[in-house]
């Protein structure tokens, strides 16, 4: 068990059943869960003021197949990873900004666009 906010900065959502976490903790317990995990290193995501931020906090979904990013991931050690994880997922990764992947506590999209085939 752990606190709610450190939950959601710990956790980026890839779908319903699978997720990216830098918590071994959460690891375990979201794969006794039956969800799929890709744990990674909590190095690589930048937060001003501390070591490093959180892959939650610089990630979120907005749409079924799309996750975007604050930050480009080039300099993430797992970047090839994250990368191999989404494409398995049929998620496609959108960078917001050239900068590295930092965090931002969370992101919301407030409206989706659905595109007809």
Known sequence: MCRQGYSKCAVCVVNRGAIIT???????ATRKAGLEVL???????LLEGFDWGF???????ISRDVLAFTGRLERHPDRGAILD????HKVE???LTDAPVFDIGSGLPITEKTVSP
């Open 22 to 28: 830098t918590d071994r903790g959460v690891a375990e």
């Open 93 to 95: 990764p959108l960078y």
């Open 85 to 88: 994880f989404l494409a398995k």
């Open 55 to 61: 892959i939650g906090g610089a990630a979120f979904k």
């Open 39 to 45: 744990l990674i290193s909590p190095e690589g995501v």
